[in-house]
């Protein structure tokens, strides 16, 4: 078995906030901007689960125009598909049935001070993972049919021998509260890190290295600590 550690969601970097993080812990996962701009979700049309428009979450200066800007709302949690053709992500396609596919995303306070962090929002248990060409039309259609990536015929066409597809079993789930995974520290050399906190590095371990949550490569869990992941995201609410 497997676990597999996965930054999504919209941040500074892509999209230019963070996904708000209310003071009782739950939160709000903002899907990246559509650089395509052919989804017909936008920040403007769509509520969160606290049923404000994501616009909302925006600095005020930024609201109109970010209100026309279609979101990119991959993975999703309606039917639990994720999908990915970018190089770093290649390697998702060898997750198996029964794996677990973790999200975690940046947040910062909103309506009360907490600064940026990385936390847990969710989880695929994995049903199925491969390319797309993997995939028969039928169960494209049948399993696939919600993911941003198979939903707009130009991009599957343009993406397919590329494109990794992910679906998670129904006992996948968003999480209800954040769980904090990721802090920034500052370095001996100076540099400021994103690191898995000294708690979650004994479930998840350090990925072989000094544990850093830097950048949105997958962090495969090593083996010795997958069954104590699983258990602890199991548990999460």
Known sequence: MNVVLLR?????????????LFDDGTFEFVPIPDSKGLDERTYGNSLGRKSRLFTEYFPTARQKRMALQAMHVDPEFESFTYGDPTPPKRNLAQLQPGDLLVFYAGMRGWGHECAPA???????????????????????????????????????????????????????????????????????????????TPRMSKVFGRFGGIGSLQRSTPRWVEDKLVSRAEKLVESLS
């Open 8 to 20: 999504v969601g919209i941040d500074t970097g892509c999209g230019g906030i963070h996904s708000p």
């Open 118 to 196: 990385l936390y847990l929002v969710g989880f695929f248990r994995v049903k199925l993972a491969g390319f797309a060409p993997s995939f028969s039309r039928k169960q494209l259609l049948r399993e696939f049919r919600l993911n941003y990536h198979v939903r707009h015929a130009t991009v599957f066409e343009m993406q397919r021998e590329k494109l990794v597809l992910i679906k998670g079993e129904q006992t996948s789930r968003l999480f209800h509260r954040a769980h904090l995974i990721g802090e920034t520290v500052r370095r001996e050399d100076g540099s400021y890190w994103q690191m898995i």
